[in-house]
């Protein structure tokens, strides 16, 4: 999963993508590169982001899932918690939702079957603004583990199918980075709810925190985690760098395959 933000405020590449041409351009070398989804998002969810408004929103995303629908062969994933953003890149071709929020905003689970999409549901406390104001847990990977399970409950509940659903640990989301260690330590015990897991560490801080490098120089600990990632059994990896994580994924299948 290629990442494109379309935002001028994301840690990595906030602003790099706000025009439609310079979006459809980076999407296009993504898919080249061998990226199977896109993940569009018009509101940064780094710690201390500033909300957006959903029209706000909606004007930055929209005009981009449009322009990969009608000019890539590619899934579209819409980063969003916004209901009139899942409604209206559902109509322009998305193919997932994918919710930091686990569909928890106000009409977004609603807005979500309607849909009749897949959903990506990730655990996070709080919101971006706060949630990385001490989090503490009692049993890490429990909680997680039930988070994810609840909001699991509810999607099936409301009406989207099992099959429908991705989990996402959240590493990086409300969680130190001893958190984020032991939780992808532990990523294997997240198999029990028995659903794709789709990991997104891609330049984030927890690498830059035990390497010691800024965001422009974790290229190398992103590669290590997506390999550890996907031989702990992670279907989706969310990164900046497809074509240097697509050269992991495709070594580790060679391997896994041989005889």
Request: proline share 4%; glycine share 8%.
């Amino acid at each position: 999963m290629g990442i494109l933000n379309i935002t001028p405020d994301s840690f990595s590449d906030g602003g790099r993508f706000a025009q439609r041409d310079l979006a459809l351009r980076h999407a296009e070398l993504m898919v080249a590169a061998g990226a199977t989804l896109i993940d569009v998002g018009g509101e940064s969810t780094r710690p201390g982001a500033r909300g957006v408004s959903p029209v706000e929103e909606l004007e930055r995303v929209a005009p981009i899932v449009e322009a990969i629908s009608r000019e890539l062969d590619v899934v579209i994933s819409v980063d969003t918690s916004t209901p009139a953003v899942i409604h209206e890149t559902a109509r322009l071709g998305a193919g997932l939702i994918n919710d930091v929020r686990s569909l928890r905003r106000e009409g977004a689970l609603d807005a979500a079957v309607a849909t009749g999409l897949p959903v990506c549901l990730m655990h996070m406390r709080g919101e971006p603004t706060d949630m990385q104001q001490d989090p503490c847990y009692d049993n890490l990977l429990g909680e997680v583990t039930s988070f994810l399970r609840d909001r699991m409950d509810a999607c099936i509940t409301a009406g989207i199918a099992a099959e429908k659903i991705v989990l996402d640990p959240g590493y990086g989301f409300a969680k130190t980075l001893d958190h984020n260690l032991s939780l992808f330590k532990h990523m294997e015990a997240l198999h029990v709810l028995g659903r794709p897991l789709l990991v997104g560490v891609s330049r984030k801080s927890m690498i830059g925190k035990v390497l010691g490098k800024p965001v422009d120089q974790r290229l190398y600990g992103a590669l290590a985690l997506a390999a550890m990632a996907m031989i702990q059994g992670a279907r989706i990896l969310r990164v900046h760098d497809v074509a240097e994580t697509v050269d992991v994924v495709r070594m580790i299948a060679a391997v896994e395959s041989a005889k």
